[in-house]
């Protein structure tokens, strides 16, 4: 967590700096009470900060609960990192690997408000594949990724998920529409460490995914393998997932030795 702001600083850039550092590095949305609290700010001065970051997209003020989170521009600045020419190459060489041991197409995805979003993918050699490109974006509560991100929220965030996106859209007899299943499965899947897709998203595709985490333990991308269930069966995925794992902390220890 970061610690107070100095109300001596005379860079108004690092203050608003470190308001974006505690609302990144809370695993909850944080009210204007909290922020006050955690920034020793005084309100005019904490509202025109926040004010200005929604404005230039790095903040999100949820409309429902009136708190905050981080907003689309900080997302896509933060995929694009992950994504860079830096990382990218040697990340590359983690997910082929991924590919060979499984057989199946292999993407790493990043949180993007209501959706997962495919930052990085490596497809299978089969003819019979999941034309599923980087950046295409994919509903939270019908793919195994987005599972895993909603593992990591708090209730209440789920429940604002739920009330945003309600009724919860079907896109094959699978899915998974009713909260109170939907929120079973996700616990099951934050106990187990990792999450499935079964045909829930698109009929005939199955997926897993594994989260990837930061230094604190929080889920920033996920690893994944999907393909179609004709190949492989969920339960076939499940037997690659020790080696997912180790793969998953792979890749997160090459963002963080990239960027520490």
Known sequence: MVGKISQNSSAPLHRAFDLLGMISSADYALSISDLKHQSNLPSTTLNRFLRLLCEMGLVYQDKVSGKFIMGRRFVDMAYKTLASATVLPTMREVIQKVVDETGETTNITVLDGCYVKYIERIETKWHHCINLG???????????????????????????????????????????????LLDAEIKQSRKIGYALNAEEHIEGMVAIAVPIKDSLQRIFATLS????????????????????????????????????
């Open 225 to 260: 393998v999907q393909a179609p269930c004709s190949r492989i069966s969920t339960q076939k995925l499940i037997q690659h997932v020790s080696f997912l794992q180790s793969s998953a902390q792979t890749i997160a220890d090459i963002h963080s030795d990239t960027f520490a």
């Open 134 to 180: 980087v950046g295409s974006r994919l509903p939270l509560h019908c793919s195994a990724s987005g599972k895993l991100f909603l593992s990591m929220m708090r209730k209440k965030q789920r429940q604002t998920y739920y009330h945003l996106n309600t009724p919860l859209k079907s896109y094959t007899k699978h899915t998974i529409c009713e909260p109170k």
